[in-house]
């Protein structure tokens, strides 16, 4: 079965103060880990797509990189305004039980007080 | 470009009732996911359509069915409403394609049962 357990479970931030996001997955044929964010009764954002092991992708402040293993979201001098949820989900190869849906991890809450 | 658009934004029924919640996904994506996000339990995977037939299932019972129209739109039913059914439902939707499917979430459907 897919796993996805993402960590800290909560991370407090003072604005500026740089710091990364932890995404541990078991997967059965990696079709591709996804980051989003979500704020408070919205929907989730896509941010990021990863599939090969060394990826790293890139969007204003954050930047993501992948492994066989694990993926990581840095956050390089955050704001107050990137305050929120941050999921990370993975897509199993096709074939399986698991094919075509996203198995999501917990979340991370990032707050950065400014 | 329009994005997943979902109605209504909120609904309240009793116990015993039926639901239908409905989505839009963004113009040409052909697939259209559902997810359960309950307090505390995180995103959980309900249903995906493509191409108007249904792909795949999460562990859910029976009372949670679905439809996918000729225009790719979506139709989330839940019948026979449990307390525990209070959740934001979400609709996502992605073009199926070779290698990742990113899927892209809309503002969700507030679900409370009384």
């Known amino acids: 079965e897919d796993q996805v357990t993402q960590s800290p479970e909560a991370l407090r931030l003072q604005e500026g103060e740089s710091s990364s996001l932890n995404c541990s997955y078991t997967v059965s044929g990696l079709r591709g880990l996804f980051w989003y964010r979500q704020d408070p009764g919205k929907g989730p954002e896509f941010l990021f797509t990863?599939?090969?092991a060394g990826e790293e992708k890139e969007k204003e402040r954050l930047k993501a990189t992948l492994t066989k293993k694990e993926s990581f979201l840095h956050i390089t001098a955050p704001k107050p305004e990137d305050s929120a949820t941050y999921l990370c989900?993975?897509?199993?190869?096709?074939?399986?039980?698991?094919?075509?849906?996203?198995?999501f991890g917990q979340g991370t809450i990032l707050t950065v007080h400014p | 470009e329009a994005g997943v658009t979902q109605s209504p934004t909120h609904l309240i029924k009793t116990r015993g009732q039926q639901a239908t919640l409905r989505c839009s996904p963004i113009?040409?994506?052909?697939?259209v996911y559902w997810y359960q996000q309950a307090l505390g339990l995180g995103l959980q995977f309900l249903l995906w359509y493509d191409e108007g037939e249904e792909r795949n299932r999460g562990n859910f019972p029976p009372r949670f069915s679905g439809r996918q129209f000729p225009n790719y739109s979506s139709e989330l039913n839940v019948n026979a409403l449990e307390l525990e059914d209070s959740a934001l439902y979400l609709c996502a939707s992605s073009l199926i394609r070779r290698g990742p499917d990113t899927q892209y979430f809309g503002p969700g459907t507030r679900l409370t049962v009384l």
């Open positions: 113009s040409g994506h052909t697939s």
């Open positions: 989900a993975v897509q199993a190869g096709a074939g399986g039980t698991s094919y075509g849906k996203l198995t």
């Open positions: 990863l599939y090969s």
